[in-house]
């Protein structure tokens, strides 16, 4: 299988040091250990690079669609929350939790999963949450330095990366009042989900530190009140960074009570969330879909209606009804139906790729129970996204393999604060996931306006 042409930068690391796969040396073995456990020591041959042309119309792009996203409510729904919730899928008790307490504006936090094809960056979902996999990346840009020849590379072309934990560090700060002191900050998860992701919390905990943040791993059972101070296992808590999600919260009738109590003692506290529960609302696919009904395209200005068309591939709610498609009132299943091998269907609140078909990876009979299936929960149906295969080294041959990349690009705030690539060859790419065996890497940018290190 053919590769795209390399840029210009990934041709001359290529014609370099890109010639033989990079191998991660060992100079220091806790940070070595740390990245080989949080990313399944499965690991890219070469970083990927971004000129800083790229790097800063990334950056304007996804401030642009978290910008739109944000803005639905008053676009569509009459600034209605709970309405807005509605047509997003989340049942009235987890709107009303949601909104409890009210939140001017969600927290801008989240990682895009994005593909490059011939147009460029293309994103299929953004996950606008705190809950995120991938924030150790900048501990892998760190480990490849060591590489004596991609260290050359980098400082002769001007490349740095954006560190994702030193800017959330400054979020924190900001979000408890505690700019230019220590915050103390319970990243806390559900007790269930806790127990899955405690390795993953007690790595980011450590790489806070250095920023002026007293971090620790907790679940939500340990939170309790004392003289008006939230205490989480004993230890004071000035914010809760959340790793527990809606559903979870609203699994049954008791568990509900329980966020409903535990939302209670966090405002009685004084203790703030980032990011709050809201952000559920404005991180799903169907969010994204609404962003390409025409009713929300007539709202749109120039310049907002061409950043849809250009980053954003054709999405809709799955649904039994009508849709505009293409400027013409069509039956909206039965053109999923004729076009399984143009679309793929996504439960609206999945990730890692769980529940995922490729139209073109089925047959008709299988696609189309697929789409009866998926209308008993919410679903979108999205337009195939063909991403660009880049050559990547192989070990034993001079012949580099076509392997393809879905970029999670974290923003935090309004910056582009890195990206956490996943790859897989070409030939096995229908869904990029760590499910799937995906390998992972890291990306070098041209530096720009001071942000990278």
């Given at each position: 299988?053919?590769?795209?042409?390399?840029?210009?930068?990934?041709?001359?690391?290529?014609?370099?040091?890109?010639?033989r796969?990079?191998?991660?040396?060992?100079?220091?073995?806790?940070?070595?250990?740390?990245?080989?456990?949080?990313?399944?020591?499965?690991?890219?041959?070469?970083?990927?690079?971004?000129?800083?042309?790229?790097?800063?119309?990334?950056?304007?792009?996804?401030?642009?669609?978290?910008?739109?996203?944000?803005?639905?409510?008053?676009?569509?729904?009459?600034?209605?929350?709970?309405?807005?919730?509605?047509?997003?899928?989340?049942?009235?008790?987890?709107?009303?939790?949601?909104?409890?307490?009210?939140?001017?504006?969600?927290?801008?936090?989240?990682?895009?999963?994005?593909?490059?094809?011939?147009?460029?960056?293309?994103?299929?979902?953004?996950?606008?949450?705190?809950?995120?996999?991938?924030?150790?990346?900048?501990?892998?840009?760190?480990?490849t330095?060591?590489?004596?020849?991609?260290?050359?590379?980098?400082?002769?072309?001007?490349?740095?990366?954006?560190?994702?934990?030193?800017?959330?560090?400054?979020?924190?700060?900001?979000?408890?009042?505690?700019?230019?002191?220590?915050?103390?900050?319970?990243?806390?998860?559900?007790?269930d989900?806790?127990?899955?992701?405690?390795?993953e919390?007690?790595?980011?905990?450590?790489?806070?530190?250095?920023?002026g943040?007293?971090?620790?791993?907790?679940h939500?059972g340990?939170?309790?009140?004392?003289?008006?101070?939230?205490?989480?296992?004993?230890?004071?808590?000035?914010?809760?960074?959340?790793?527990?999600?809606?559903?979870?919260?609203?699994?049954?009738?008791?568990?509900?009570?329980?966020?409903?109590?535990?939302l209670?003692?966090?405002?009685?506290?004084?203790?703030?969330?980032?990011?709050?529960?809201?952000?559920?609302?404005?991180?799903?696919?169907?969010?994204?879909?609404?962003?390409?009904?025409?009713?929300?395209?007539?709202?749109?200005?120039?310049?907002e209606r061409?950043?849809?068309?250009?980053?954003?591939?054709?999405?809709?709610?799955?649904r039994?009804?009508?849709?505009?498609?293409?400027?013409?009132?069509?039956?909206?299943?039965?053109?999923?139906?004729?076009?399984?091998?143009?679309?793929?269907?996504?439960?609206?609140h999945?990730?890692?790729?769980?529940?995922?078909?490729?139209?073109?990876?089925?047959?008709?009979?299988?696609?189309?129970?697929s789409?009866?299936?998926?209308?008993?929960?919410?679903?979108?149906?999205?337009?195939?996204v063909?991403?660009?295969?880049?050559?990547f080294?192989?070990?034993?041959?001079?012949?580099?393999?076509?392997w393809?990349?879905?970029?999670?690009?974290?923003?935090?705030?309004?910056?582009?604060?890195g990206?956490?690539?996943?790859?897989?060859?070409?030939?096995?790419?229908?869904?990029?996931s760590?499910?799937?065996?995906?390998?992972?890497?890291?990306?070098?940018?041209?530096?720009?306006?001071?942000?990278?290190?």
């Open positions: 299988m053919t590769t795209a042409p390399p840029t210009t930068l990934t041709a001359r690391y290529l014609a370099g040091p890109g010639r796969p990079l191998a991660l040396r060992d100079p220091d073995p806790a940070r070595l250990d740390l990245v080989r456990r949080a990313l399944e020591d499965r690991f890219l041959t070469r970083p990927a690079f971004l000129t800083a042309e790229e790097a800063g119309q990334l950056e304007a792009d996804l401030n642009g669609v978290t910008d739109l996203l944000f803005t639905l409510p008053e676009r569509l729904f009459d600034g209605d929350p709970h309405a807005f919730a509605a047509a997003v899928g989340l049942r009235p008790e987890q709107s009303r939790l949601a909104l409890r307490p009210p939140v001017p504006e969600p927290a801008r936090i989240g990682r895009a999963d994005l593909y490059r094809d011939r147009s460029g960056f293309r994103m299929l979902e953004f996950n606008i949450s705190s809950a995120l996999g991938g924030l150790q990346i900048p501990e892998l840009n760190r480990l330095l060591a590489d004596p020849e991609l260290a050359a590379f980098v400082t002769r072309e001007g490349l740095g990366f954006p560190d994702p934990v030193a800017v959330l560090a400054g979020q924190m700060r900001r979000a408890a009042g505690r700019e230019g002191e220590t915050c103390r900050v319970a990243l806390m998860d559900c007790p989900g806790y127990r899955g992701t405690e390795p919390i007690t790595a980011l905990a450590g790489l806070l530190a250095p920023h943040v007293e971090a620790y791993g907790c939500t340990q939170a309790r009140g004392s003289g008006g101070r939230l205490l989480v296992d004993g230890r004071p808590a000035d914010l809760v960074y959340r790793y527990f999600t809606l559903g979870e919260l609203t699994a049954d009738a008791a568990t509900l009570r329980e966020a409903e109590a535990l209670d003692l966090f405002a009685r506290c004084g203790v703030p969330v980032l990011s709050p529960l809201r952000t559920s609302m404005h991180g799903n696919k169907r969010a994204l879909a609404l962003l390409r009904e025409e009713r929300c395209q007539d709202t749109l200005d120039a310049g061409d950043l849809v068309r250009r980053l954003l591939p054709w999405t809709h709610e799955l039994p009804g009508t849709a505009r498609i293409d400027g013409e009132r069509t039956d909206l299943l039965a053109y999923c139906r004729r076009h399984r091998e143009r679309l793929v269907l996504k439960p609206a999945g990730l890692g790729g769980s529940g995922t078909v490729l139209g073109r990876s089925v047959d008709d009979a299988r696609w189309a129970a789409l009866e299936r998926a209308l008993a929960t919410p679903h979108i149906v999205q337009e195939l063909t991403p660009l295969p880049e050559p080294p192989e070990e034993g041959t001079d012949e580099p393999a076509p393809v990349l879905n970029w999670g690009a974290f923003l935090i705030g309004r910056s582009y604060a990206a956490f690539l996943r790859g897989l060859p070409a030939d096995r790419a229908d869904v990029i760590y499910a799937a065996g995906a390998h992972a890497g890291c990306a070098f940018q041209q530096r720009h306006g001071g942000d990278t290190r």
